[in-house]
């Protein structure tokens, strides 16, 4: 009976830390992962003549032009649960980008990183690129991140340079896991509740205790 009553303890004890440790992620995404409206695929060539000007309040599917540059836009998510951030990626999937010099990537102003070059020998490529911001982390958990890219011109500086994004994806993550209670802590909460079952078995009409 007692090795019973100590086995449904431990299971307990592994449910309660199963729980405690499980991975919490948010996704926002900015875009429809359709490939620019016209299915184009990473690292392949696309027409860019099939594409329409960006309207004003989008920020997909369009090419830029100088008045819409640089691009801007901003994600906004849940970050109920989550205190600390284990892991943070951004994922875009952009083209054309890149005609004179690297496009730059820059998070509520800090600059992230450069695109992939999506202009090569006069074509217009699609190119997907992943982003850490892990060392970003504390600034993401307002449940607000507003990205900008800067395209360069010929003179080198940050000027026009049409291009067109399909889509935008951020994905926050905590999976770091609970802290695990010394042995201590184990030992009385098994025995806490070897105890309890004990009492509630006495309670039993007719059940007998044995050793």
């Not at 994806?169 to 309890?196: C, F, H, K, Q, Y």
Request: glycine share 12%; aromatic share 10%.
């Amino acid at each position: 009976m007692k090795k019973g009553l100590f086995t449904i303890a431990a299971l307990l004890l592994v449910m309660s830390l199963a729980r405690a440790s499980a991975a919490l992620t948010t996704t926002s995404t900015v875009g429809d992962k359709d490939g620019f409206g016209i299915g184009s695929q990473a690292d392949q060539p696309f027409n860019f003549g099939a594409l329409s000007p960006l309207q004003p309040g989008e920020v997909t599917d369009g090419w830029t032009f100088l008045s819409v540059l640089p691009l801007t836009w901003t994600h906004t998510y849940d970050v109920s649960g989550i205190s600390v951030l284990s892991n943070a990626t951004l994922e875009l999937f952009a083209g054309g980008q890149g005609s004179f010099g690297d496009s730059e990537l820059f998070l509520d102003g800090q600059f992230v990183g450069t695109l992939s070059d999506g202009d090569v020998n006069g074509q217009n490529i699609a190119r997907r690129d992943l982003f850490d911001l892990t060392p970003f982390a504390a600034s993401l958990l307002d449940g607000s991140a507003t990205f900008t890219v800067y395209n360069r011109g010929s003179d080198g500086s940050f000027a026009n340079d049409n291009w067109v994004l399909d889509f935008s994806e951020l994905t926050l993550r905590n999976d770091s896991p609970a802290p695990v209670p010394e042995p201590s802590t184990v030992v009385l909460l098994g025995i806490g509740l070897l105890g309890a079952a004990l009492r509630l078995r006495r309670k039993i009409p007719g059940a007998t205790v044995r050793g």
